[in-house]
T-cell receptor, first 112, second 111 residues
Framework: NAGVTQTPKFRVLKTGQSMTLLCAQD?????MYWYRQDPGMGLRLIHY???????AKGEVPDGYNVSRLKKQNFLLGLESAAPSQTSVYFC???????????FGSGTRLTVV | GQNIDQPTEMTATEGAIVQINCTYQ??????LFWYQQHAGEAPTFLSY????GLEEKGRFSSFLSRSKGYSYLLLKELQMKDSASYLC????????????FGTGTRLTVIP
């Protein structure tokens, strides 16, 4: 029982390159989220999903796309990476709203 | 809009009690969460308040006053391992599960 698994854990990209971050969960949770965490900014919601086949924009969606083709996977894509996207990315899942989120271990992305 | 304020840093002594405050102004309110985050790690869930009052869970307690837009996290019998950032998060309107996070309070426990 792995919980929430994020891959990769670290990545360095050049400006303009693309990549996909994968979040996989084995808890059968309906809700999944992608956040970014930057110093002094707190966690900010990028995109989220309330179930398989659904996605919605959060606070800071520009420059990112997402897909949830299977219930257990939530993918975050960067089509053309920019230095402003250097951050730590966290995936989170949720079933019961009173229990809060379960977070993955994070992906540290650097765009040079 | 959403505005959540917490002190940036706090220091407390091992064995003591510390209170971390959080004030919020959000469009809608449907619950407040506290998370603990050790450096370089993911946040972990500590507590949830949706009604006014105190929720106690071992050494940790969380209080909510909806009329004042105020919450605090109380940590008792501080241990060195409690050195971490503590994040306050608010869920806005009913029917939405998205959380809005404050910037966090970095707590340092000293011997």
């Amino acid at each position: 029982n792995a919980g929430v698994t994020q891959t990769p854990k670290f990545r360095v990209l050049k400006t303009g390159q693309s990549m996909t971050l994968l979040c996989a969960q084995d808890m059968n949770h309906e809700y999944m989220y992608w956040y970014r965490q930057d110093p002094g900014m707190g966690l900010r919601l990028i995109h989220y999903s309330v179930g398989e086949g659904t996605t919605a924009k959060g606070e800071v969606p520009d420059g990112y796309n997402v897909s949830r083709l299977k219930k257990q996977n939530f993918l975050l894509g960067l089509e053309s990476a920019a230095p402003s996207q250097t951050s730590v990315y966290f995936c989170a899942t949720q079933d019961d709203p009173s229990r809060g989120y379960t977070f993955g271990s994070g992906t540290r992305l650097t765009v040079v | 809009g959403q505005n959540i304020d917490q002190p940036t840093e706090m220091t407390a002594t091992e064995g003591a009690i510390v209170q971390i405050n959080c004030t919020y102004q959000t469009s809608g309110f449907n619950g407040l969460f506290w998370y603990q985050q050790h450096a370089g790690e993911a946040p972990t869930f500590l507590s949830y308040n949706v009604l006014d009052g105190l929720e106690e869970k071992g050494r940790f307690s969380s209080f909510l006053s909806r009329s004042k837009g105020y919450s605090y996290l109380l940590l008792k019998e501080l241990q060195m391992k409690d050195s971490a950032s503590y994040l306050c998060a608010v869920r806005g309107r009913a029917g939405a599960n998205n959380l809005f996070f404050g910037t966090g309070t970095r707590l340092t426990v000293i011997p």
